[in-house]
Structures are given as C-alpha cells and as structure tokens.
C-alpha cells in the first residue's frame, strides 16, 4: 500500500517535492511505520519502480503464454514491453521526468526485470527453433540482441517516433519482417 500511495504523489507532485511525511499522511500511516519499510525516499522511488517492472513482466508473461507460433508470439511481446513501458511512463505524469533524468539509476533497478525478460525471450526462440520457426546459431546471443534492441526502441516508442509516418498496423508489419529476417524463418522444402 506505501508503494502506492507513494507512486500517485510521485506522479502528481514529482519525486522531488513529494516529503517522507506526504506519503505517511497520504497512506494513513505514521513515519515510523513507514521508516520500518524504507530507509528514505529514493527507497521507497526503487520500489516503485521495481513495482512497475514486476507487472509489466506479468504483462509480458500472460503475452508468452498464449498459444499462438513462436515467431507471432516473439513480436507480441516486443509490442507487450513497448506498450507496457509507455503506459507505465505515460500513467506516472510528474515521476516521468525523473525516471528520464536517471536512466542508469532505472537500469540497475530494472536488472531482475531484464533477467526475466531474457529467460522468456530463450523460451520463445528456443520453442520457435524446436518448432523449425526459427534458424540459429546462438540462442543467448540473440536473446541479448532482440532484448538491446527493444530496450533502444523504448523512447522513441513512447513519444510516438518509432512510427513516424506509418500507421500502427504498417509498424508492427515492418517489426514483423525485421524479426522474419533476422532470425530466419526455416523454410519446409515442399516436393
């Protein structure tokens, strides 16, 4: 409740102008009990985060488990990680300027998040390569590529450049092919 309650004031007032006493009022809760769950506001900021991350991985999760072939499911859940990060960037108004502002603060929070990520994304291709979807040499390597590259395609997804000039349905097309492409699609020889 405390994560809450301190994610709504981070996003209406900012991270900088929301007190320690903010959130203890705002949760009905004394700042004793809530110094027993965190040591100090950037604290509390981490487990907002972490909080963010977790059900965006549930997100993508509940993508990964739909029956469907491995190569329309590889790019359901690059769609799942961009729409969920900018709903969570877009929900969180004013904490979005500081969750631009220190990225790498971000990034080590989100390491459990990219570990999880990496491990759904080797279940996928490792499926799709099982299933003759997908041709390649090193799953691990490609899983951290795929995992960079839609990583990379964050902010320009959620400020709406990645589509600059094409509809949503021609973008997700040409994510398609790109993925089609880079990990090779087997071929059945029809005789």
Not at 56 to 63: I, R
Not at 147 to 157: D, N
Request: with cysteine.
């Amino acid at each position: 409740m405390l994560v809450d309650v301190a994610r709504k004031l981070f996003a209406k007032k900012g991270i900088e102008e929301t007190t320690m006493n903010d959130i203890s009022q705002a949760s009905g809760k004394g700042r004793r009990t809530l110094y027993t769950y965190f040591r100090s506001k950037e604290d509390i900021y981490e487990a907002v985060v972490e909080a963010e991350m977790d059900r965006l991985a549930q997100e993508m999760a509940a993508v990964a488990a739909k029956p469907m072939n491995p190569e329309d499911k590889l790019v359901a859940i690059i769609y799942s990680h961009l729409d969920a990060i900018k709903e969570v960037v877009q929900r969180n108004g004013n904490m979005r300027a500081q969750f631009f502002r220190d990225i790498w603060r971000v990034s080590l929070i989100r390491k459990r998040f990219d570990s999880n990520e990496k491990k759904l994304l080797t279940k996928v291709l490792t499926e799709g390569e099982r299933e003759g979807y997908f041709e390649m040499e090193n799953i691990p390597l490609t899983v951290n590529i795929i995992h960079y590259c839609v990583k990379g395609l964050e902010i320009p997804y959620i400020y709406g450049r990645l589509e600059t000039g094409l509809s949503p349905v021609a973008s997700r097309a040409a994510v398609q092919r790109l993925v089609h492409r880079a990990i090779g699609r087997q071929l059945k020889k029809i005789y």
